[in-house]
Structure formats: structure tokens, C-alpha cells
């Protein structure tokens, strides 16, 4: 591990606002660490999932410092990166639907593979000794039977999927050409209750709180038969800082090893609310894929090994904590505002 220094760190974190940011901000606040969250500017408030951490700009002191800025716009990340001048920084930013970069493959490509690039050439071009974790992601080995590991090949089946594979191979040139210290994350698929509402797990936990409260009827799904290796985020997060912390950049699979099926998780789900998935759950084929990766299982021994990570959570305790706590949302929601599409 790096010695730690004498001053808390600096550390930069674009994607702030999403479930692994909002975690990660988290993580390295507690650890005393200033952060700089990079957000997107949206017409409606963006910001649920940090809330809770957010300081006034008034506030003396203050050690949460929000920028407005996008992964498409090159010229800001360099300004900011000189004005900020991190120790460390985490692109966790980018458009992150499999199915919706279906329906956005140039934009995907735009934000998460050239925006990743931008990040990379801002650090090289602000001459920054600054270190980069890329958000890389379990969907590059696409086709590639399980168990996947750092040496698996990569075979992706989205524009998703081949947009983290080319911010991949760019993260590791960076580390080759400029001796950059920029690793890759591989990260199966994690989740937790600030999972985004149209993710198969947190659909699935809403419809169950929804259904328990006699909001909702039926839950509409496609496949059920994909297998997957979900575990749960605030323990990834952790994952990915110790991945700055060692003497020399390296990349890291992040996975529970347990797999489970869309179907697995729903008998978890609905059997953490004492109800049977199958009277509720159609099939749709809107929500199939043109190409869907069938198994994801990932082997974690290498970060087990040299970065003392372990998943301790597995699917089945993740979906009962996702159901409580999408059981607790609703019960504290003024009944003006429960409706609410499903989709
Ligand atoms: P998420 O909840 O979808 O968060 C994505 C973040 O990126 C959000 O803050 C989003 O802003 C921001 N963003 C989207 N477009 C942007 C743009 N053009 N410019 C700047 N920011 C933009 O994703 P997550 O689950 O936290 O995942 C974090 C990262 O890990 C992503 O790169 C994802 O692809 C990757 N990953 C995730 C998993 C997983 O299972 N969760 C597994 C492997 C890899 P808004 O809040 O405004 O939408
Ligand atoms: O789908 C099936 C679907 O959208 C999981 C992202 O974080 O993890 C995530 O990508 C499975 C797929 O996640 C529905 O076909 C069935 O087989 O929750 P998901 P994902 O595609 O695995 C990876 C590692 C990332 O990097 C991504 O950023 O569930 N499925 N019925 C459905 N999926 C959705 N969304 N909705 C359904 O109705």
C-alpha cells in the first residue's frame, strides 16, 4: 500500500451523482480526504443520491465541492483538473444502460469511450502526477464464458460494452506511453439501494415494495435466464480505492463468484416480502436485448490476493436489503407522490 501523506488527499470523482459516486464521496470524506464532485448540468435536480453529504459553498471549510461540467466537453475537464490539481481521480461518469446504448450508440460511444479519452489526455495535457481509476466493466467479456477473469478476452455485445472496452485499452496506453498511473476496475455488476430505477435488480425491489402496498399489479421483464454476479456497492467503492493505493498501476476483476439468474434474484425478492414472484411478473420483449451477454461470473482472486478485498455480501442479502429499503422510501413518501411509472 502507499505510504499515507502527511495531508489528506485530493481526489476527484466524475459521475458524483450516481450510485457508485455517491458511495465513493462517501468513502473518501470519511477518510478525510476534499472532494470535487463532477455533475451534469439536468433540468430537474440531480443530486438525490448526495444530498445528504452536500456543504453550502458558505460553509467554512468545506471538504464537498460540487462543478458543473460533461465527459463530452474536453477544454473544462482540462481546466478543472489544472485548478483542482487532484491526487487522485475517479471517472466513474458515463451513459452506464445496456439497453439504452442500444437506442444511443453514438452518444455511449461519445460519453463513456471519447469521454473517458478526454479525462486521460486532460491529465496528460494539465501535467498532473495524478492518479486515474477507470470505471471498467464486466460487460467487455460480453460472449466469453464465466468464470471471467484479468486474462479472459474480451468479446462485447452492446455499444456499451464496446465503448468500456476501447476507455479500457486507452486507460491502460496512457499507463504504456506516459507512464501514467491509470488502472482499470473491472467491475461485475453491484448494486444497493440508490441503484438506478430501471436496472433489473432495483426494478424488481421497487415492484415489490409497490406490490406489497397495492400499488402495483404486475411487473413486466424480459429475460429471466441471464446469469449474473451481483454483489453490493459501498463494498465496491472500497475496491476501487485501494486500487490507487498501491506502489504500481494494475487492473483488477471486482466480483462476488456467486451467480445467480434474473429468476433467482425475483424468488429472493419477492420472497423477502413473503410473496410469489410468479403471480405477478409478465414477460415483455421490450426489454430484451438485440444481443444479450447470457453469463457473467466473476473470478476475484487476484484482487482477494493483492488488495485484501472480498465481497461479503451476495445476491440474496442484497436483494432483501434493496426490498426494505425500497419499503421504507414508500412508507415515508407522501401519498400525493407514489405513483409512478415502472419501466
Ligand atoms: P450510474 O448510477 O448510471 O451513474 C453514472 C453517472 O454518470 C451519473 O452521475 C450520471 O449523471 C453521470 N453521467 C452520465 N452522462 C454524463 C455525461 N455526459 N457527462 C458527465 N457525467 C455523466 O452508474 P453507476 O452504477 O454508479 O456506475 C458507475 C460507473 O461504473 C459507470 O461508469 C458504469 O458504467 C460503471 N460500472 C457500473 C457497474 C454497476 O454494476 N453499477 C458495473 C461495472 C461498471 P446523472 O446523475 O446526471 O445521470
Ligand atoms: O440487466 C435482464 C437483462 O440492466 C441485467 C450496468 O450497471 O451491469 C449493468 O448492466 C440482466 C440483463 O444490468 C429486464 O437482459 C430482464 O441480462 O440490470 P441490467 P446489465 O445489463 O447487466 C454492468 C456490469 C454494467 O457495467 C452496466 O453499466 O437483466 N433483464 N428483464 C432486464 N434488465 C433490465 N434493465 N430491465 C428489464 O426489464
New binding site residues.
Given amino acids: 500500500m502507499r505510504p499515507t501523506t502527511a495531508r489528506p488527499g485530493t481526489a476527484m470523482i466524475t459521475g458524483v451523482t450516481g450510485q457508485d459516486g455517491s458511495y465513493l464521496a462517501e468513502l473518501l470524506l470519511a477518510k478525510g480526504y476534499t472532494v470535487h464532485g463532477l455533475m451534469r448540468r439536468t433540468s430537474s435536480f440531480n443530486t438525490e443520491r448526495i444530498d445528504h453529504i452536500y456543504q453550502d459553498p458558505h460553509t467554512p471549510g468545506r471538504r464537498l465541492v460540487l462543478h458543473h461540467t460533461d465527459l463530452s466537453d474536453g477544454v473544462s475537464l482540462v481546466n478543472l483538473l489544472r485548478e483542482i490539481r487532484p491526487d487522485e481521480v475517479y471517472n466513474l461518469g458515463?451513459q452506464?444502460?445496456?439497453?439504452v446504448s442500444f437506442d444511443a450508440p453514438l452518444h455511449t460511444a461519445d460519453v463513456t469511450a471519447l469521454g473517458a479519452l478526454r479525462l486521460l489526455e486532460a491529465v496528460r495535457a494539465a501535467g498532473l502526477d495524478t492518479r486515474v481509476y477507470q470505471a471498467s466493466?464486466?460487460?467487455m467479456f460480453g460472449a466469453t464464458p464465466p468464470p471471467q477473469n484479468e486474462h479472459s478476452p474480451f468479446h462485447p455485445r452492446s455499444p456499451?460494452g464496446c465503448a468500456?472496452a476501447m476507455a479500457y485499452w486507452s486507460t491502460v496506453n496512457y499507463r504504456e506511453a506516459y507512464g501514467i498511473y491509470a488502472v482499470n476496475g473491472i467491475?461485475?455488476?453491484h448494486e444497493s439501494p440508490r441503484r438506478g430505477e430501471?436496472?433489473?435488480?432495483r426494478?424488481i425491489t421497487r415492484a415489490v415494495a409497490r406490490i406489497e402496498a397495492g400499488l402495483q399489479h404486475e411487473l413486466?421483464?424480459?429475460?429471466?435466464d441471464?446469469v449474473?454476479d451481483w454483489g453490493y456497492a459501498p463494498e465496491y467503492v472500497e475496491a476501487m480505492w485501494r486500487m490507487l493505493q498501491q506502489q504500481e498501476p494494475d487492473d483488477y476483476v471486482v466480483a462476488t463468484g456467486v451467480p445467480a439468474t434474473?429468476r433467482d434474484f425475483l424468488a429472493a425478492a419477492f420472497g423477502a416480502a413473503g410473496l410469489d414472484w410468479q403471480r405477478y411478473v409478465r414477460h415483455?420483449p421490450k426489454?430484451?436485448?438485440p444481443a444479450?451477454?447470457d453469463q457473467?461470473v466473476g473470478d476475484a482472486t487476484k484482487a482477494r490476493t493483492l488488495l485484501g478485498w472480498e465481497a461479503a455480501v451476495h445476491y440474496d442479502e442484497l436483494a432483501r436489503i434493496m426490498v426494505e429499503a425500497d419499503m421504507r422510501r414508500l412508507a415515508d413518501m407522501p401519498v400525493r407522490s407514489r405513483a409512478g411509472v415502472a419501466s
Fill in positions: 458515463a452506464s444502460h445496456v439497453r466493466s464486466s460487460e456499451y468500456k467491475l461485475f455488476n430501471t436496472f433489473v435488480t426494478k413486466h421483464l424480459g429475460n429471466l441471464a449474473r434474473v415483455d426489454y430484451e436485448r444479450e451477454v457473467l
